[in-house]
């Protein structure tokens, strides 16, 4: 059974940066694609970023292109995503999730993890 552990939330100003981490355990997840989505109050899960196996392809939501970087370590089965610049609306929980193509991923994956906090604060 795979589990999924974000951390790396908390509060920030705005303008400020946080970094999140998403461990795997129960088997390897180096083959499988990775993800993070976020939820903010009242409001549906979105997608925000996605990386391939290898790290070699990306993909973003437009409201954190450029701002956001998603990499992945696969020796530590554990995948991060930098957040730069943060703004209020960036104010969620942020999910980590892994399926087996990039696709899926963006499209809701097939694992996931409970979720970390992120408070941006002006």
């Known amino acids: 059974q795979v589990q999924l552990v974000e951390s790396g939330g908390g509060l920030v100003q705005t303008g400020g940066s946080l970094r999140l981490s998403c461990a795997a355990s129960?088997?390897?997840?180096?083959?499988?694609?990775r993800g993070w989505f976020r939820q903010a109050p009242g409001k549906e899960r979105e997608f925000v970023a996605a990386v391939s196996w290898t790290g070699g392809t990306t993909g973003y939501a437009d409201s954190v292109k450029d701002r956001f970087t998603i990499t992945r370590d696969n020796a530590k089965n554990t995948v991060y995503l930098q957040m730069n610049s943060l703004k209020a609306e960036g104010t969620a929980v942020y999910y980590c999730t892994a399926a087996n193509t990039i696709a899926r991923v963006s499209s809701g994956g097939d694992y996931w993890g409970q979720g970390t906090q992120v408070t941006v604060s002006s």
């Open positions: 129960g088997r390897s997840l180096t083959r499988d694609a």
